[in-house]
């Protein structure tokens, strides 16, 4: 479990000033056993649910950006339109259901090895995470 202590200093490491509402969206984030993946739709309803208090939309997605920004969060495109946020900043790779739209983690263990064989000039690979969508 995460103190409030801590997530004061998570918000304001990530230049921002720690009111209740953003406390709320650390607790939401960051006070869990598994790693958690959601949009910032997603989070912003399981805030008024989970804590009942009364945050914005934009508090919820600008405390988000600044967290990805901090390297708290890590982001995971799906589409143009959809993208995904994950508590678990490590390299890893992800199975998307498209149809429950959930995404589920995927160990390194269960990618076998993955070579690239172009590379783009003054560029190196800062890593190599494989998303697997899925359907019925």
Do not use: W
């Not at 984030?29 to 934009?58: C, M, Q, Y």
């Not at 708290?72 to 739209?101: A, W």
Request: charged share 30%; glycine share 2%; net charge positive.
């Amino acid at each position: 479990m995460t103190s409030k202590q801590e997530f004061i200093e998570k918000l304001r490491n990530s230049s921002l000033r720690p009111t209740k509402q953003r406390i709320n969206i650390c607790e939401v984030l960051f006070n869990r056993d598994k790693t958690f993946h959601f949009t910032i739709n997603d989070l912003f309803n399981l805030i008024k649910d989970k804590t009942g208090e009364k945050v914005s939309l934009a508090t919820v997605y600008n405390t988000v950006h600044a967290f990805h920004k901090k390297g708290y969060l890590k982001e995971i495109p799906i589409n143009s339109n959809q993208t995904y946020f994950d508590t678990n900043v490590t390299d890893h790779h992800h199975f998307f259901d498209v149809k429950e739209e959930k995404l589920i983690d995927l160990k390194n263990e269960d990618v076998g090895p993955i070579e690239i064989q172009k590379s783009i000039p003054g560029k190196k690979i800062k890593s190599v995470e494989v998303l697997v969508k899925l359907e019925d």
